[in-house]
Nanobody
């Protein structure tokens, strides 16, 4: 069993940066994929970014790929989401998720992720 805890959310102004963290408790299999999803008010939850746990392979939603960066620290069992040039449209609850052996085709499918954090609020407002 893996437990995920997000941190780092907050209220920022447009153009600012934030770094979210996702600490994983429990044994992390090499086959894991760690991802970030977000859900804005009145909208469905959507994929943001994903990284493989045991090799360097990262994937991004088109809306964030030039501004966000996902990374991980295997020694600390922690994944990160560096968010730059934040915009009001980035306002959402951000969720960390983890999945076993997800093929590239399904990386953006939240149904493939078995483990979820509680979410952290990011608000971008002037």
């Amino acid at each position: 069993q893996v437990q995920l805890v997000e941190s780092g959310g907050g209220l920022v102004q447009p153009g600012d940066s934030l770094r979210l963290s996702c600490a994983a408790a429990g044994r992390i299999p090499a086959s894991f994929t760690m991802a970030w999803f977000r859900q804005a008010p009145g909208k469905e939850r959507e994929f943001v970014a994903a990284t493989r746990w045991n090799y360097d392979s990262r994937h991004y939603a088109d809306s964030v790929k030039d501004r966000f960066s996902i990374s991980r620290d295997n020694a600390k069992n922690t994944a990160f989401l560096q968010m730059n040039s934040l915009m009001p449209d980035d306002t959402a609850v951000y969720y960390c998720a983890a999945a076993h052996s997800v093929q590239n085709y399904y990386l953006t499918s939240q149904e493939k992720y078995s483990y979820w954090g509680q979410g952290t609020q990011v608000t971008v407002s002037p």
